[in-house]
């Protein structure tokens, strides 16, 4: 399965994030903000999972960065908002595919992670809503 970038501030955060992603068969590198662009470059992952609100900065900044370093290699960003201003369209301009706002269920963030992965070849900027007969495929997933 796909390999995920595990952007957090918070160490026992990206942990738990982290088991539950392994749990779906997801590779997962977890890594702070400051560390993120480093692993970026020297081994691109197929997906990036990131705050939207970081303390040292934003969201967009990162993803913006991010997507730059692992160019040119397609990069599938998702970001998790905790408030609706920091899950506007802002973030997407910026570089997201995909903003969800927090809580998220650990069902819906593995949907949305291996929808992204799926489509990130095919993808055009815009254009990352998620389809009904990849989702059922999806269907066998634990609620």
Same mark, same amino acid.
């Given at each position: 399965?796909?390999?995920? =970038?595990?952007v957090g501030e918070h160490s026992p955060e990206r942990g738990l994030e982290a ?13 702070? $903000?400051? #560390? #993120? ?5 020297? +081994? ?5 999972? *990131?705050? !939207?609100?970081?303390?040292?900065g934003d969201g967009r900044s990162l993803t913006t960065a991010l997507r730059e370093?692992?160019?040119? @290699?397609?990069? *599938?960003?998702?970001?998790? #908002? ?5 899950? +506007? ?6 570089? *997201?595919?995909?903003?969800?706002? @927090?809580?998220v269920r650990a069902r819906k963030l593995v949907e949305e992670l291996t929808l =992204?992965?799926?489509? &990130? $070849? ?9 389809? #009904? !007969? ?7 997933? $634990? &609620?």
């Open positions: 399965m796909a390999t995920v =970038l595990l088991a539950i992603l392994r749990r779906y068969g997801f590779e997962v590198r977890a890594t702070s $903000p400051a #560390a #993120a662009l480093q692993s970026c470059a020297s +081994d691109p992952p197929t997906l990036v999972l *990131a705050p !939207a609100g970081l303390r040292a370093v692992a160019a040119p @290699r397609e990069l *599938a960003v998702l970001c998790v #908002a905790a408030t609706l201003e920091e899950s +506007d369209e802002e973030m997407e301009r910026g570089g *997201a595919d995909m903003v969800l706002l @927090r809580p =992204l992965a799926e489509r &990130r $070849p095919l993808r055009s900027r815009g254009s990352m809503r998620p389809h #009904a !007969a990849r989702r059922d495929r999806l269907a066998g997933l $634990p &609620r």
